[in-house]
């Protein structure tokens, strides 16, 4: 006899996707940024330094402001986390290496990265001869990163290295300034971890359980965009999961894709707590998946960084603002010197509670200017222009 499936409403699907998430609750202090990324499962690398990188701005959200030495710190010591391909490049719990078997495993059938490799073989063998002789080594250490052209124009050196990278013969086992550091896997990954064992099945089921725990509850659509799977395989592999199939109210429910499944963990016990108030990175994993973000709070969210200036309309890292579990702002920083800049701050449609939200916009946007060593912050454009009296008041009370 089939059960049917456990109903949920909107409501409870973004507590016990908060929750799950580390940003309902009491924050995990003790486990501290570590815990964050075995909760997590992935923290999305990026480029673009605001306030902060993504990958800080990550564990900020969640334990508050944490020392951003301490971050990298967390990251990269004790051997506890590696770099690899997963919903983008991120920063991986190192017991995951044997999940990503599949992957390299796909990377080493392809036979080439996009680069045509001029005499491969002779390339990977010298990295590999220096990484043994040497140690971990920077692609530039290696002989160099670019032939001197534009940035894609990668030396043999650096294609090697990276091809290595993607099948699993280097790892990249920590960051020195934005470059990747590489070391042999067979020095850098423990001996218990090290074997691909696990069939491309068996991958891609922990994969989206983990997925599904880190996420709480989830269509298929959002379990296979967390570590970027196919759709057929994450169908294939979420009966067996352990995950267990939910409805929720406003969801749509037609074709696989739609189907949601929760965490039974999730579910053990209602979602209740403290939320945290903060600005969140575009790239954090509550909201980076764009079409999750608008099922759970009503957000159109889009990173425009790569959009041309004029035709923005809420900045070029505009940050949703998470406060009493909705996203209630986007607020596009810059620093300059000593004060964070809220270049425009777009207020999403507060109900008649202006004030409140002002408030709360105002809070995260103190807090994060104490993080990054900011003595005063200054609103410059607010939409709609009726709530710039009540946040810069919010703004000048604290």
């Known amino acids: 006899m089939t059960t049917a499936p456990l109903q949920l409403t909107t409501d409870e699907a973004r507590r016990i996707a908060l929750r799950a998430q580390g940003l309902l609750g009491a924050p995990d202090r003790r486990a501290g940024v570590r815990g964050v990324l075995r909760r997590l499962g992935a923290v999305q690398l990026d480029t673009i330094s605001v306030l902060a990188r993504s990958h800080e701005l990550v564990p900020y959200a969640r334990l508050g402001p944490v020392g951003r030495e301490a971050v990298e710190t967390a990251y990269w010591s004790g051997g506890t986390a590696f770099e690899y391909w997963s919903h983008a490049a991120c920063v991986l719990p190192i017991d995951q290496w044997p999940l990503f078997a599949f992957r390299r495993r796909a990377f080493r059938a392809r036979g080439h990265r996009w680069h045509h490799l001029e005499d491969r073989e002779r390339s990977v063998a010298a990295v590999r001869e220096r990484l043994a002789a040497e140690g971990p080594l920077t692609a530039s250490e290696l002989g160099g990163a670019k032939r001197g052209g534009p940035w894609w124009d990668w030396s043999q050196t650096k294609i090697a290295v990276e091809w290595m990278l993607d099948t699993g013969e280097v790892v990249c086992a920590r960051r020195q300034g934005w470059k990747r550091v590489y070391d042999l896997a067979e020095r850098a990954v423990p001996a218990a971890l090290r074997h691909d064992d696990l069939d491309d099945a068996a991958c891609v089921r922990r994969l989206v359980g983990q997925a599904g725990a880190a996420l709480g509850v989830a269509t298929e659509a959002d379990l296979a965009d967390h570590h970027r799977l196919r759709a057929r395989e994450v169908a294939a592999a979420v009966p067996d999961s352990g995950l267990v199939r939910v409805t929720v109210a406003g969801w749509p429910d037609r074709g696989a894709r739609n189907r949601a499944w929760a965490d039974p963990a999730a579910l053990a016990s209602a979602a209740r ?42 900045g070029y890292f505009a940050m949703p603002v998470l406060a009493g579990g909705r996203l209630v702002a986007r607020v596009d920083p810059a620093r300059e010197g000593g004060v964070l800049v809220a270049r425009h701050v777009t207020m999403e449609d507060a109900g008649g509670r202006t004030e409140r939200a002002a408030a709360q916009v105002a809070d995260a946007l103190r807090e994060a200017a104490g993080w990054v060593g900011c003595g005063e912050v200054r609103v410059e454009r607010v939409t709609p222009q009726a709530a710039r009296p009540a946040l810069v008041a919010a703004v000048a009370g604290g």
Request: proline share 7%; hydrophobic share 40%; aromatic share 12%.
């Open 273 to 314: 707590g403290r939320h945290r108030t903060t600005l969140l990175s575009p790239f954090d994993s509550l909201v980076w998946d764009r079409a999750r973000t608008e099922r759970l709070f009503g957000m159109t969210h889009r990173l425009e960084a790569y959009v041309p200036a004029p035709a923005r309309r809420f």
